[in-house]
């Protein structure tokens, strides 16, 4: 059975101070996913992971993945206005003439004025 | 720009009684999944549909029915609601070919069980 853990669950931040999330995942798999959701709405993606060694950057968030450690970081650097968010990890499992999409937990940040 | 639809957005439905979740999307996307949100268990999938015709188990179907009634549409159905199906479902999609793929959204649906 596929297992996705983030770590942590919870992050209080400082403005312009740099935080990592963590996702651990328990099978092989050449890919990640990164998504955010602010407080009640849908899932929005951020990135897509698609081989060892991966970076993506996007303004104040950069995802890295290592397949061999089975684990993805999500950096992220704090900014005052950033809305509470809560981000989650997700990996395609192969099955049944598709894929299915495990999700961790999520971490949910919040910003400290 | 609908990308994926459901309906509805707000329910409160008594112990026992039973209800229908619609999807729809209009990406042409083969797959489709139906997920149960959860404080502090993130998501987790109840079934999913890689293409028309065809459905399997998530990770908890228990309670739960579905239809891919064609291409574009995936139904949840809760034939006897429990207190313990008080969550937010979302829907989505992929193109379900291949790894890789993005998987879409719907805005969730806000299901209370009294």
């Known amino acids: 059975e596929l297992k996705v853990e983030q770590n942590p669950l919870f992050l209080s931040m400082q403005e312009g101070k740099n935080y990592t999330i963590y996702c651990n995942y328990s099978?092989?798999?050449?890919?990640l996913y990164w998504y955010r959701q602010d407080p009640g709405k849908s899932l929005e993606s951020l990135f897509v992971l698609l081989s060892n060694g991966a970076v993506k950057q996007e303004g104040r968030l950069m995802a890295s993945l290592d397949t061999k450690a089975r684990l993805s970081t999500l950096h992220i650097t704090a900014a005052v206005h950033d809305p509470s968010a809560t981000y989650f990890c997700?990996?395609?499992?192969?099955?049944?003439?598709?894929?299915?999409?495990?999700f961790g937990t999520g971490t949910r940040l919040k910003v400290l004025a | 720009n609908a990308g994926v639809t459901q309906t509805p957005k707000f329910q409160v439905l008594k112990t026992g009684q039973s209800m229908t979740l619609q999807c729809a999307q209009d990406m042409n996307h083969n797959s489709m999944y139906w997920y149960r949100q959860d404080p502090g268990m993130g998501l987790r999938l109840i079934y999913y549909?890689?293409?028309?015709?065809?459905?399997d188990k998530g990770e908890v179907p228990n309670g739960y029915n579905v239809s891919r009634l064609n291409k574009r549409e995936f139904s949840l159905r809760l034939e006897s609601a429990a207190p313990s199906q008080t969550s937010v479902y979302f829907c989505?999609?992929?193109?379900?070919?291949?790894?890789?793929?993005?998987?879409?959204f719907g805005e969730g649906s806000w299901l209370t069980v009294v």
């Open positions: 989505a999609s992929s193109e379900g070919y291949g790894g890789g793929n993005t998987i879409y």
């Open positions: 549909s890689a293409s028309e015709g065809t459905t």
């Open positions: 997700a990996v395609d499992l192969p099955t049944s003439g598709t894929y299915k999409y495990i």
């Open positions: 099978t092989t798999s050449d890919r």
